[in-house]
Nanobody, 121 residues
Framework: VQLQASGGGLVQAGGSLRLSCAAS????????MGWFRQAPGKEREFVAA????????YYGDSVKGRFTISRANAKNTMYLQMNSLNPEDTAVYYC???????????????WGQGTQVTVSS
């Protein structure tokens, strides 16, 4: 499956952004899909994941209550709505797909190219 992330940008603290991840390829949406992020000098961090049906969602502790993951299988697209952003959310955000959902980036098999999110104070 091929993934293309978009929607990043510069936003002030307290603001919102919505990221999108377009999937293509055979049975492109028949996977768990997720978001990870990586700030300069830090390891890639789990942000959120969602099951194929959308009935199960998982979030990293640092984004719970602020970020919402969703997917529209008819559009082959996954979203990450990010609210109440703070400078610690600044990172490159990557979308990923895998047969199962884990918090370990090394377990995920397909990756998009990343989109930069910068939150100014």
């Amino acid at each position: 499956v091929q993934l293309q992330a978009s929607g990043g940008g510069l936003v002030q603290a307290g603001g919102s952004l919505r990221l999108s991840c377009a999937a293509s390829g055979p049975t492109s949406m028949s996977y768990y899909m997720g978001w990870f992020r990586q700030a300069p000098g830090k390891e890639r961090e789990f942000v959120a994941a969602i099951s194929w049906s959308g009935s199960s969602t998982y979030y990293g502790d640092s984004v719970k209550g602020r970020f919402t993951i969703s997917r529209a299988n008819a559009k082959n697209t996954m979203y990450l709505q990010m609210n109440s952003l703070n400078p610690e959310d600044t990172a490159v955000y990557y979308c990923a797909a895998n047969g199962i959902a884990t918090m370990r980036s090394e377990d995920w098999s397909s990756w998009g190219q990343g989109t930069q999110v910068t939150v100014s104070s």
